[in-house]
């Protein structure tokens, strides 16, 4: 486990003493992560996540990789809310790049879904599909992660990438 991740747990320890030594050191990193943020198991941060903010009532799941520079949160933080209902959502498995922006309302939470991407410098203010990629500002659906990922193996095979074929026959691939 990084020390990033292990200061960003150390936020929720019983001793104040504990969780102030630990904001300071994040700090230096240029982190806000605050400890009411719900987090799954497996969390990757990429490049010691620098620069990474993370408001409060935002969830994310498992196998989640955040790259830094990230902002994920409400979409006005100025207003003080009481309610617990989380603005930002990260599924399972989703891959948020560097220097994206996410984010929600507690009314229309941002919801990304499962193995979904969000591209490097996006800014997304609308849920995703599962396995979808997302780029852009304001960011849109460009893709399916499947698709990137096959083009992506056989240009490193040294193959040109083929056009992939959708609804077709599996004797038609």
């Not at 994040?26 to 605050?34: N, Q, R, S, T, V």
């Not at 849109?140 to 193996?153: F, H, N, P, T, W």
């Amino acid at each position: 486990m990084s020390v990033v991740l292990r200061l960003i747990r150390a936020r929720r320890s019983r001793s104040r003493l504990v969780r102030r030594v630990a904001l300071e050191l994040l700090a230096l990193y240029g982190i806000d992560w605050p400890e009411t943020v719900e987090i799954g198991p497996r969390l990757s941060l990429q490049h010691r996540a620098l620069g990474t903010m993370v408001l409060p009532h935002t969830r994310i799941g498992a196998d989640v990789t955040l790259y830094q520079g990230v902002m994920l949160g409400d979409a006005v933080p100025w207003l003080h809310r009481r309610d617990e209902r989380p603005s930002v959502i990260v599924e399972d498995g989703a891959v948020i790049c560097t220097g994206a922006v996410v984010a929600g309302s507690p009314d229309r939470p941002v919801i990304i879904g499962r193995d979904s991407v969000i591209g490097a410098n996006a800014v997304l203010t609308r849920s995703t599909g599962v396995g979808e990629v997302w780029a852009g500002n304001p960011a849109r659906c460009v893709g399916r992660r499947d698709e990137v990922e096959a083009r992506a193996l056989a240009r490193a095979a040294g193959h040109p990438a083929a056009p992939v074929v959708r609804n077709a026959s599996p004797a038609a691939r």
